[in-house]
């Protein structure tokens, strides 16, 4: 769905992923043929490097470990 700004214009295309109970996890400079694989890993708790941003904050959903949060990002 297209949606506003997270701030991040530099990196779109920009693709979000989120999971049952999981934190939203952002992912940039994102191709079409790009997005199955990103969807299978996020699957298997697996994130590329190459394209991932970070994951967003929340008080209800549990954090992925090792994933920096976008708040923190040097953006």
């Known amino acids: 769905m297209e949606v506003g700004c997270i701030g991040f214009c530099s990196q779109e295309p920009i693709v979000d ?3 049952p ?4 996890v952002s ?3 994102v191709a ?14 697996k994130f590329d490097a190459d394209h991932l941003l970070g994951q967003f ?15 923190e990002h040097p953006l």
């Open 17 to 19: 992923i989120k999971l």
């Open 57 to 71: 904050r929340s008080d209800r959903d549990q954090p992925w470990p090792h994933v920096q949060y976008l708040d």
């Open 32 to 45: 079409g043929e790009d997005v199955p694989q990103l969807f299978d890993n996020a699957l298997v708790g």
């Open 27 to 29: 992912f940039g400079n």
């Open 21 to 24: 109970d999981r934190a939203r």
